[in-house]
């Protein structure tokens, strides 16, 4: 079956020109976007409970805009100034870009990593003595909390927003060829949201490995997967499976 319409399960970018964009022009295809989860702050007396006390920590641990946000949300709320010499490390260049809505850039400490958590491990060694709070949402990638403890620095891990479903029930009889995922959370937002949902000649999408094992363990059936060496970006699966689907 040709390729007319798709679902991504993530916000719609708010680049203009960005490679959805482009998918649109070339294939004449419908891109919708949606997402299937979304993120919502604990209050700060949340934050308390979990015996937190900003004031302890020298180095801040970033790995998404998301932290970046609901640390400096929490912040203000606890009325804690935070001070210039404190130290940001930031997973990647976006969430270090990203920091300047709330910091001077130019005079604050902040280390980056390139792009993968583990990058980020020699410049935790070489500042080993600082005491790090890694904000976090509830649900956290295993590679994270494994690297920190093997290096054996001190750190502490702060659920400052969850992970929550979003509401999909307007979407009951809506029908789209490819379904896009890019999270476990996304494959448990479907089936929460439709449990009786039949994949029949719906394509389904995924991205990462932690999302084709959800995939696979919801039994569904997946057509796409990125990355690829072919396909690393999602755009480029979805573009080399519709060239190849619509051409029939």
């Not at 910091?103 to 003595?129: A, C, H, Q, S």
């Not at 054996?152 to 999909?168: E, P």
């Amino acid at each position: 079956m040709k390729v007319k319409t798709i679902l991504v399960s993530q916000p719609e970018p708010k680049m203009e020109n960005s490679p959805y964009s482009r998918l649109i022009d070339k294939e004449k295809v419908k891109v919708d976007f949606r997402p299937f989860i979304h993120v919502e702050g604990v209050n700060a007396k949340n934050v308390r409970q979990q015996k937190i006390d900003l004031h302890k920590y020298s180095a801040i641990i970033l790995t998404s805009r998301n932290a970046v946000d609901h640390f400096f949300r929490i912040a203000e709320e606890m009325r804690f100034k935070v001070p210039d010499s404190m130290k940001y490390f930031c997973q990647s260049e976006a969430v270090a870009y990203y920091l300047q809505k709330y910091v001077v850039y130019r005079k604050r400490k902040i280390y980056v990593g390139k792009r993968n958590f583990d990058e980020l491990v020699t410049l935790f060694k070489k500042y080993k003595d600082e005491k790090f709070l890694l904000p976090s949402s509830d649900v956290l990638k295993p590679i994270v909390p494994e690297t920190l403890d093997k290096l054996g620095i001190q750190w502490t891990r702060g659920i400052f927003y969850k992970t929550v479903i979003s509401d999909l029930s307007d979407l009951r009889n809506v029908y789209y060829d490819i379904l896009v995922f890019f999270s476990p959370s996304g494959i448990e937002s479907l089936l929460q949201n439709f449990p009786d949902f039949e994949q029949n000649e719906t394509r389904i999408a995924v991205f990462g490995n932690s999302t084709v094992t959800a995939a696979n363990g919801a039994g569904l059936r997946i057509d796409i997967k990125a990355p690829t060496p072919d396909t690393p970006s999602m755009t480029m699966a979805l573009q080399k499976y519709i060239n190849d689907v619509n051409k029939k």
